[in-house]
């Protein structure tokens, strides 16, 4: 069992200079990769994996199609800047043909864990070699997917995986005593800008988690903008997280006087410390007026907009 080190508990200084330790001695003369994707935990693994192994870490952006906004964009500038050398690997086509027809959330995470860690990134591993995959797994994680809330993408041992004999290399998890406020402050101390480790957590299958049902080009695209929307509104609001889910039934509205047959997307935002338990923020009606006027303007085909008012549990922070 993952003894927890708690924030009050954490010394980032004792902690970072263990795990750098831990990942020199698994790594040795070798060669590791890691995957970064912007988000808190990926990044603060990144930055650690950085510090303890310089040339022999290979950092690999993966653009899923998956993404925010011009997100792979932001986050391989900023990591260049860092002095962390990004290669970016193209395989939208990978993670959409293997979404295709795919709408239960639980099939769809195995779509994409399947595709990232077996296709594309065991393609990437066995080209280069290495036998060490740094992943920025943290106890939340772990937690979900014991109890059965939902199984994360990126949590092996707890499922009866064995990555060596699945995927053919080992997985280093430095990350998996901490939560996300204590990645957080590891983050800060490694020297990461504020923008990018206080950033709002971000699923790792990404926008696929934001849509009800198949996850297609077309309906990645809609929730796309509708968390430009969302992110750009709530940003001032200090809320742990926010988003925008895109429904899969569409709804009766109308437009230019007639009736219309539209989307419908479900706006979150929540107060939280860990993302254990979750209470929605109270919202100004002008906010939420202001955020439903931009959503349907700015997304084509949006035609209603709801708030979400259940605390987790039994809510949980993604729809999906």
Excluded at 108 to 129: C, D, L, M, N, P
Aim: glycine share 8%; aromatic share 6%; charged share 25%.
């Amino acid at each position: 069992m993952t003894k927890e080190i708690t924030v009050q508990e954490l010394n980032t200084g004792q902690f970072i200079a263990e795990k750098v330790a831990e990942i020199q001695e698994a790594v040795g003369k070798g060669t590791a990769i890691n995957a970064l994707s912007g988000g808190v935990d990926s990044s603060a693994v990144t930055m650690l994996g950085h510090r303890a192994l310089g040339e022999q870490l290979r950092t690999v952006f993966i653009e899923n199609g998956l993404m925010r906004d011009e997100e792979p964009e932001q986050v391989v500038s900023l990591f260049r800047k860092l002095g962390v050398p990004v290669e970016v690997v193209d395989a939208r086509d990978e993670f959409f043909a293997a979404l295709r027809g795919t709408r239960d959330p639980e099939a769809k995470r195995e779509a994409i864990t399947q595709t990232f860690y077996r296709q594309v990134f065991g393609r990437i591993v066995k080209e280069s070699g290495a036998k060490c995959l740094l992943q920025g797994t943290i106890l939340t994680d772990i937690d979900e997917t014991v109890a059965g809330i939902k199984r994360q993408h990126n949590v092996f041992a707890q499922l009866g995986i064995d990555p060596q004999e699945a995927f053919g290399y080992r997985i280093l998890e430095p990350l998996v005593q901490l939560r996300k406020d204590g990645v957080r402050k590891v983050g800060a101390a490694l020297g990461l800008p504020s923008e990018l480790f206080q950033r709002i957590p971000f699923p790792g299958p990404a926008l696929a988690a934001r849509v009800i049902g198949e996850a297609t080009r077309e309906r990645i695209a809609t929730v796309r903008k509708a968390t430009a929307v969302v992110e750009r509104l709530l940003k001032g609001t200090g809320a742990f997280q926010y988003m925008g889910i895109l429904h899969e039934d569409r709804v009766t509205g109308m437009r230019d006087g007639r009736r219309d047959f539209g989307y419908q997307i479900e706006v979150r935002c929540w107060d939280s410390v860990d993302a254990r338990t979750a209470t929605p923020t109270r919202l100004s009606w002008d906010l939420l007026d202001n955020l439903a006027r931009e959503i349907v303007q700015h997304v084509p085909g949006v035609v209603s907009v709801t708030y979400n008012i259940a605390s987790k549990p039994p809510s949980t922070i993604e729809a999906v």
